[in-house]
């Protein structure tokens, strides 16, 4: 969702590359949607690791932040920081997966990470292009 909201707001003013701890390829269905209702695509989007960001010919020593959204995705970052010099930013944000007895209750986990994600980016970047700052 990140890197999803991120281009929405910022365009192509910034290089954004989303990556995870694991690969599920896929990205999460609840994502998809909830992220549609902010005008944000993600049903193309695919996810990769640090190490095939690697594999795959991307210099990790060019990019200049690291956007941490789980303790897992933290630690990697920082693992790399020995090698590369990278600026890592921890933001907790809630990790909806998982929660809620049902499809609306699991689609309210979803839109509240969404929103984190969003203010937390227009908070350190400020408002962008305002496509994706709408609530839903």
């Known amino acids: ?3 999803g909201i991120m281009k929405s707001l910022y365009g192509k003013d910034c290089y954004i590359q989303s990556v995870g701890v694991k690969n599920d390829l896929e990205i999460d269905g609840f994502s998809i949607a909830v992220c549609a209702e902010i005008g944000v695509e993600l049903s193309r989007h695919r996810s990769r690791t640090f190490d095939e960001m690697e594999e795959w010919g991307d210099d990790l020593s ?3 932040l690291v956007l941490a959204l789980s303790p897992a995705s933290q630690r990697r970052a920082l693992d790399l920081t020995q090698f590369y010099h990278l600026d890592v930013e921890y933001w907790p944000i809630l990790d909806p997966t998982g929660i809620g007895n049902n499809r609306e209750a699991q689609l309210n986990m979803y839109r509240q990470a969404r929103d984190q994600i969003r203010d937390r980016l227009i908070a350190r970047w400020g ?3 305002v496509k994706a700052t709408q609530k839903a």
């Open 1 to 3: 969702m990140a890197e």
């Open 62 to 64: 060019s990019f200049d």
């Open 127 to 129: 408002p962008g292009k």
